[in-house]
């Protein structure tokens, strides 16, 4: 098979010591019932909290350590093309196979269960998860039917300002809770002028998001100072980032925050 890059992926024997670099993977390996076959992580991988204290870290996703990942003798690494440079992807390539996600949308999420469903013969396991997403997706697009568009920014990163913008998954998942992203215009995860915000559109909510960047009061009121009418909300950002399995709670959260909204806005 082929990863989403379009890598060869050899699965004629199913690899048993696992590597990944990537925090929502991590989650979803423990998920599929692979808690075993983990032998590495991110420093970044919080879910399930034990892993810390049972896996071996190799670094962070942007910087691992190369000697701690060949003495752990992976059969397979598992990277994500957002979350790992090319250069981390190509010195693990050196080491053992590696499957790269590509990550943009739910479809994709789904897409990506599979894959490891076959290359771990998890595939029930991984049906049921599917279903699972599937099922709350249903409710929440149920739900969300009557909500009104909102117009919103979504911030990542400060000094410099960041925010989330177009090819995305957490633009995705923003069009999915008719959230209207002001920064849709632009791509992936621009640097933008706090001050010219109300230029770019204007916007009804700001959601300062709890990852990567751990915005605080402060920074809620430097905003306000520069929107003025714009309601800023502090927003988990597990649920607008991580894909994989960690999407069967991000549609009961995504509703909560809906109602909580309708209490701001009144």
Known sequence: MTDHLGNHIDISVTPKRIISLVPSQTELLYDLGLEESIVGITKFCVHPFHFKSTKQVVGGTKNIKIEKIKQLNPDIILCNKEENTPEIVAACQEICQVHVSDIVTIQDCLDLINDYGVIFKKSTNAQRISDKIRFHLNNFETFIKAEKVL????????????????????????????????????????????????????????????????????????????????????????????????????????????????????
């Open 151 to 266: 117009k919103v920014a979504y911030f990542i990163w400060r000094e410099p300002w960041m925010v989330a913008a177009n090819n995305t998954f957490i633009n995705h998942l923003l069009e999915l809770n008719k959230y209207q992203n002001i920064y849709a215009n632009l791509e992936r995860y621009p640097e933008i002028e706090l001050k010219k915000i109300r230029l770019q559109g204007d916007p009804e909510i700001v959601f300062l998001s709890s990852e990567p960047y751990p915005f605080k009061d402060e920074h809620a009121f430097e905003i306000g100072r520069k929107t003025h009418h714009a309601k800023t909300v502090f927003v988990d950002g597990e649920y607008f980032s991580w894909y994989g399995s960690r999407l069967i709670k991000a549609f009961d959260y995504f509703i909560e925050l809906r109602k909580r909204l309708r209490t701001i806005s009144n």
